[in-house]
């Protein structure tokens, strides 16, 4: 068990150790380094740390708390397992909160915001990791829309989204490029019923795709 990843977070200098055990390792479970049902060692980490168990134990609390470990009397911490169940759920209510985004981005956008934005889709146009490259774009989304509590269950769900196409990425193809190419079109005429409609589709049929990929095999 690793997760010296080169995909581990950047801390802020007054991050608590708790909070970087934290988010090192929800880095890496989105990104598929700890396999679901993997079992997590809070003296393995302590050492790969080079802490304590105290903020270790603390972080693997905080990350049951938000659903990404599961922490069982005698059996231990393991990842969560991933499920078709939660992924359609998932999906489904992305879905609709990502065409809301793209609706009040197209209401609300300034041009800085289409700047930003067609910005974001090239440098998405060179990112070697094909999904985690869409991340700038939404980012933008989100930040024209302008609304903070949209933008943080938005931002919610794309990471609980990440956990399961992260290592599937590489066979989605690369439509959804074209697909953000399109919403911006429609964000910069103001067209709010096509920008949703546009981007509403577009995370069903990466949820549709997704779960054939992790469950019809």
Known sequence: MSITSPSAP????????TTRVHDALETAIIAGELKPGERIHADVLAAQFGMSRIPVR???RSLHEAGWVDIKPRHGVHVRERTAEELGELFEFRA???????????LRRTDADLDLLAARIKESRDA???RASGAGFYAALRAAARNSVLATTSAALEKRARFYFSTVAHEL????RHVHEEVLEHVR??????AE?????????TGTAV???LFEK
Not at 10 to 17: D, G, K
Not at 96 to 106: D, F, I, K, Q, Y
Not at 173 to 176: C, H, L, V
Request: aromatic share 6%.
């Open 10 to 17: 950047a801390f802020p200098a007054n991050a608590t150790l």
């Open 58 to 60: 603390e972080a693997l």
């Open 96 to 106: 609709v909160v990502e065409g809301v985004v793209a609706r009040w981005a197209a």
């Open 128 to 130: 070697s990791d094909e």
């Open 173 to 176: 193809g690369e439509d959804w």
């Open 189 to 194: 005429a103001q067209d709010a019923d096509a």
């Open 197 to 205: 409609r546009v981007a509403h589709q577009h995370i069903e049929d």
């Open 211 to 213: 779960a054939a990929l």
